[in-house]
């Protein structure tokens, strides 16, 4: 059974930074690709963040590019999320999705697997 299990979500004032973590469990995980997604309350969940597994190539969603950085770590099979400039519309339940079936990492719809989601809340 694959599992992502997130962490280092919080509450930090505008402008701080915060570092997610998301690490796979589970004999058969494998993935092309990792994402980050959010989602705020009364809102759909939207793509945040990508990187392609095996070369590492990186995307962003506008909204967050020059501020956020995606990362990975093979060995571990970890994905982080490094938050810089946070502002108080970052605030959402952050979660990370792995599994990827095909087409694009900035569709939800293609992930097979999910965390459980972790609270990122940006004061002003």
């Not at 919080?10 to 997610?20: A, D, E, K, M, N």
């Not at 962003?60 to 060995?75: H, L």
């Not at 810089?84 to 939800?108: H, Q």
């Amino acid at each position: 059974q694959v599992q992502l299990v997130e962490s280092g979500g919080g509450l930090v004032q505008s402008g701080g930074s915060l570092r997610l973590s998301c690490a796979a469990s589970g004999r058969t995980f494998s993935t092309t690709a990792m994402g980050w997604f959010r989602q705020a309350p009364g809102k759909e969940r939207e793509f945040v963040a990508g990187v392609l597994w095996n070369v590492g190539a990186t995307y962003y969603a506008d909204s967050v590019k020059g501020r956020f950085t995606i990362a990975r770590d093979n060995a571990k099979i970890t994905v982080y999320l490094q938050m810089d400039s946070l502002k108080p519309e970052d605030t959402a339940v952050y979660y990370c999705a792995g599994g990827l079936y095909s087409g694009s990492l900035r569709n939800s719809d293609r992930y097979a697997y999910w965390g459980q989601g972790t609270q990122v809340t940006v004061s002003s």
